[in-house]
């Protein structure tokens, strides 16, 4: 908690880090291709559009259930249908150069891949699109309050729940899931999380993260999925509606967020700093890197029954600091390294990694949980305890051996429950 910006001011004036171009390199090439392809388009729909012969070639080579007449080809070859959908492509392609698409507001998203989708961007000419890159990519800090305030537009309005004063502890989204995680509702769950991350100092979730979390909440339906480290909390219905809790703090600098864009419409009572109540509200977990996550939820994919037949150093990740922080998890609730890389457990872990994967944080209780000692502290523990090496000694919860690695081995008893950690020690 120490980690959350108190004013807003501040986090309204902070800047995210994130990519774009040094220079219009690529940029400039994507529009000379352009002009070359819309060059051929024209050269084509003008000598094929008006030319009788060619409906032979239509005709004959056709799937005969789905063909073109032959009084279809004027349309097959227009120019103008060829030239929106090159617009489109080559508009999908700019914003793919940037993540700016990820920086937007899920609002934002919808419009813009609404239009690609319909074709009915603008001709892809320099002018254009180098100054829409620029505003876009100059727009980040407004993104974040639009991202606050589609987030409280996207909430259902069919369910007394959702005040339409401002947010409260208990919101409701309706639309979340069908057949599978409708995009396009999910991505204001996305913002919400992005908007949490920042008030807690912490970098963004991926989107793929929030889309993992919607659909091991309901794999669990109608059970509580907390999220980022207890900030929030999710549960998803069969019907497909998602009901999420956030933290008092939370949704009161979310009321102030609203309040700095509509200075007359947020009632005093939803903008006043919630009064803590120890026993009423839970405290709010310092979350692992999303990284570290991400890293964790690509080894669960190679979880077989209570094995991850995945070999060290195999991730998407090659940094070296967030696969090692990875493992580290994997052993604090029990796994134990093979020799081919591999992890080994005593029970099968995949819920314990879901709710790792979802909430940031390992579990206090968790079967055969397992906290290596790390080598400084196990040696200063030792020498406070005053352990000589003529000492009789007991080590109740061996794990693999971190502490008594510096008792006397004659002399030290180890008792430990899980059986791989037996093997280690012996």
């Known amino acids: 908690m120490n980690a959350i910006i108190d004013h807003q001011q501040e986090w309204m004036r902070s800047e995210e880090e994130f990519f774009a171009p040094s220079s219009y390199g690529a940029i400039d090439l994507l529009l000379d291709k352009y002009q070359k392809d819309r060059a051929r388009i024209l050269e084509i729909s003008d000598q094929i559009g008006e030319d009788d012969c060619i409906k032979h070639f239509i005709e004959g080579n056709s799937d005969r259930d789905r063909r073109w007449s032959a009084h279809s080809i004027g349309k097959l070859f227009s120019a103008d249908g060829a030239i929106a959908h090159l617009n489109s492509d080559y508009w999908a392609q700019a914003l793919a150069l940037t993540d700016v698409v990820n920086c937007m507001p899920q609002d934002r998203k919808n419009e813009w891949f609404a239009q690609i989708h319909e074709q009915k961007c603008p001709d892809f000419e320099e002018s254009t699109v180098k100054a829409t890159i620029e505003t876009l990519l100059s727009s980040r800090s407004k993104f974040f309050a639009e991202r606050v305030d589609g987030i409280f537009r996207s909430l259902s309005g069919e369910h007394v729940t959702n005040s339409p004063m401002g947010f409260r502890k208990r919101m409701i989204i309706s639309g979340i899931f069908s057949f599978y995680v409708e ?187 397992y906290y290596p000692s790390p080598e400084n502290i196990a040696a200063g523990a030792i020498e406070m305890a005053e352990i000589g090496p003529n000492d009789l000694c007991l080590e109740p919860s061996a794990g693999q051996g971190g502490l008594a690695d510096f008792m006397p081995k004659e002399r030290t008893h180890c008792i430990e429950i899980s059986s791989l950690h037996c093997k280690i020690l012996e």
């Open 183 to 369: 995009t396009s509702r999910s991505g204001y769950i996305d913002d919400l999380r992005i908007v949490i991350a920042k008030f807690m100092g912490r970098g963004e979730p991926d989107f793929g993260s929030t889309n993992d979390a919607i659909r091991i909440a309901r794999r669990r339906h109608g059970e509580w999925i907390k999220l980022d480290g207890g900030a929030l909390k999710l549960r998803v219905y069969l019907k497909g509606t998602a009901h999420l809790e956030v933290h008092p703090d939370m949704a009161w600098r979310l009321n102030c967020v609203l309040a700095h864009l509509y200075p007359n419409a947020i009632p005093s009572e939803f903008r006043k700093k919630p009064v803590k109540k120890a026993k009423d509200i839970e405290l709010i977990q310092k979350p692992l890197p999303f990284a570290v996550l991400r890293t964790l939820h690509d080894y669960a994919k190679h979880l077989k029954g209570k094995v991850i037949d995945h070999p060290i150093g195999i991730s998407k990740t090659d940094k070296r600091f967030v696969n090692a922080q990875t493992l580290l998890v994997l052993e604090s609730i029990g796994g134990v390294r093979q020799e081919n890389g591999s992890y080994r457990f005593d029970y099968d872990p995949r819920d314990v990694i879901d709710d790792i994967v979802t909430n940031g944080c390992v579990p206090d209780h968790v079967s055969h949980q």
